[in-house]
Each structure stands twice: as C-alpha cells, then as structure tokens.
C-alpha cells in the first residue's frame, strides 16, 4: 500500500516533442505528490508538486496532471529539449509525515 | 544556498569491511534520510532520522544501521560490507512543516562499491 509505481522505466523522445511518465499509488492518505528530476552524477531536486485538490499544476514546460479517482498522477514536458535528458521521480508523501515513498525512476533522453 | 553535503563521492571497499557514509546539511532540518539508489528500483529508504538520537527503520533496514549525534550531521553504517551493497547512496535532509508539506534536499550521492 505504501508503493507508488512509476512507467516507464526508460524514454526517448525527439526534441520538441512530449514526454509523458506516469504513476499510480494505492494508498489514498497520500496527499502530495513531487517530482524530482536527477542529472548524472548529482542528486535528485525537486521539479514540481501538486496537492489532489487541483487536477493539474503547470510551471513552464512541465505539467502535473492528477487523477484522484484513479489514483494516478503523471508528468508531461512539452518541448522537449536534450537539457531535459535526466532520471524522473515521482513520490507521494502523507501531510506532517516524514517520509516520502518514491517510484522506481524514469531514465529520459531526448534525442536532438 | 541550501546544502547537504555528503563526505565521498566514490568508495571502495572490501567485503567485511566497516563503513561509514557520513553527510552534513546546513539548514536546520528536523528531518534526515538514507536512501538507496539501484537501476530499475528507484530510490529505497533505508533509515530516517527526525531528531538526534532518534531513528527509524525504512524499507530496506537490514545490513545497515545509522548515528546522529548531532542535528547537522547523519552517518550511515554498513556493519560488514557485502557485495550486495555496491550501490549509490543518497541522503536526504526536509524541513519537518507540522501539518505541511516540505521540499527533500538530496546530497550529491556517494558511489560505493564492494569487492
């Protein structure tokens, strides 16, 4: 119940176009929902979050849409560009917890 | 700028061998993480800490145990290095919000490899 499962666990895009990863968690007390966004050889850091009172969050390029009823979130960039080339993390954490549970990573290249 | 900050970027060690992964984060946090990073399994949580001295288990506890003395400062422990454990490990340091949500700061990870 604490998993959040995350597809696929490789992409290629073509610059320009969209990139689309998905997750999907089972524990319905998960009430935020980050991705983080990690280059070789550095740390993950935090790209976006969204709360499952709005359906969608969108800073820039990068979009959240969720889906409470289905308990399913996912991440869309649009425009894809080679600096986007990263590893993808989606997590879901409890309000006032400590702990976050991550899916299991999406390795992005997009092809120039 | 926030910081966390872990102590090697690669080790190698051998197999029983003791290690330590120490890190540092300069921002007061309540709250910090060990996690383990393998291919195709995300990121794994080991140990958390939300005070000095105080711990808790993760997902993946068992060959690994961890100190925090001090606020600033986490360190996890392989007690006997085994192979299995060649991995990259991250750790991690939030702001504990109350009934809010907080940002993760991940250090820059520390490739460690077992022979």
């Known amino acids: 119940q604490q998993q959040v499962k995350q597809s696929p666990q490789s992409l290629i895009v073509q610059k320009g176009g969209i990139s689309i990863i998905n997750c999907a968690y089972e524990n319905t007390a998960f009430d935020y929902f980050p991705w983080y966004q990690q280059f070789p050889g550095k740390g993950p850091a935090l790209l976006i979050a969204i709360r499952p009172d709005v359906s969608e969050k969108k800073e820039g390029r990068f979009t959240i849409s969720f889906n409470k009823s289905a308990k399913q979130f996912s991440l869309h960039i649009m425009d894809s560009q080679p600096g986007d080339s990263a590893t993808y993390f989606c997590?879901?954490?409890?309000?006032?917890?400590?702990?976050?549970?991550f899916g299991q990573g999406t390795r992005l290249t997009i092809n120039p | 700028d926030v910081k966390v900050t872990q102590s090697s970027r690669y080790l190698v060690k051998r197999t029983g061998e003791k290690v330590f992964l120490e890190c540092v984060q300069d921002m007061d946090h309540e709250n910090m993480f060990w996690y383990r990073q393998d291919p195709g399994l995300g990121l794994r949580l080991i140990y958390f800490?939300?005070?000095?001295?105080?711990?808790e288990k993760g997902d993946i506890p068992e060959g690994y145990s961890v100190s925090r003395e001090k606020k600033e400062r986490f360190s996890l422990i392989l007690e006997s290095a085994s192979t299995n454990q060649t991995s990259m490990y991250l750790c991690?340091?939030?702001?504990?919000?109350?009934?809010?949500?907080?940002?993760?700061?991940f250090g820059q990870g520390t490739r460690l490899t077992v022979v």
């Open positions: 991690a340091s939030r702001y504990y919000a109350g009934f809010g949500n907080t940002e993760a700061f």
């Open positions: 997590a879901a954490g409890i309000q006032g917890a400590q702990k976050l549970v």
């Open positions: 800490s939300y005070d000095v001295k105080m711990k």
